[in-house]
C-alpha cells in the first residue's frame, strides 16, 4: 500500500474512533519513534552491561517466568 494512502486511511480512522485507550496507544507508539534519547552511563555501569552481554552470549539467562518466580522467592523472604 503506498504510503500516502496508508496515511489516509490511518487519520481516517483516528478521526471516526472515541476509543480513548486505543488513541493513547497510537499517541505512544508514535512517541517510541522519536529522537532516540542519548543516555551517559559511569564505568560501574559500563561493566555490568558488557557482563550482562557476556552472560547472554554463555546462554546464562532466564525466561521471564523463572525471572519472576527467582523474583517472588526474593521478595517472600
Do not use: H, R
Request: aromatic share 4%.
Amino acid at each position: 500500500m503506498p504510503v500516502n494512502t496508508l496515511k489516509e486511511k490511518l487519520i481516517d480512522k483516528i478521526k471516526q474512533t472515541d476509543d480513548s485507550a486505543l488513541l493513547e496507544e497510537a499517541s505512544a507508539l508514535f512517541e517510541l519513534q522519536e529522537p532516540e534519547t542519548i543516555y551517559t552511563i559511569n564505568e560501574e555501569q559500563a561493566i555490568a552491561i558488557k557482563e550482562a552481554k557476556e552472560q547472554i552470549k554463555k546462554g546464562q539467562t532466564l525466561s521471564n517466568n523463572d525471572a519472576n518466580s527467582e523474583a517472588d522467592k526474593w521478595v517472600n523472604e
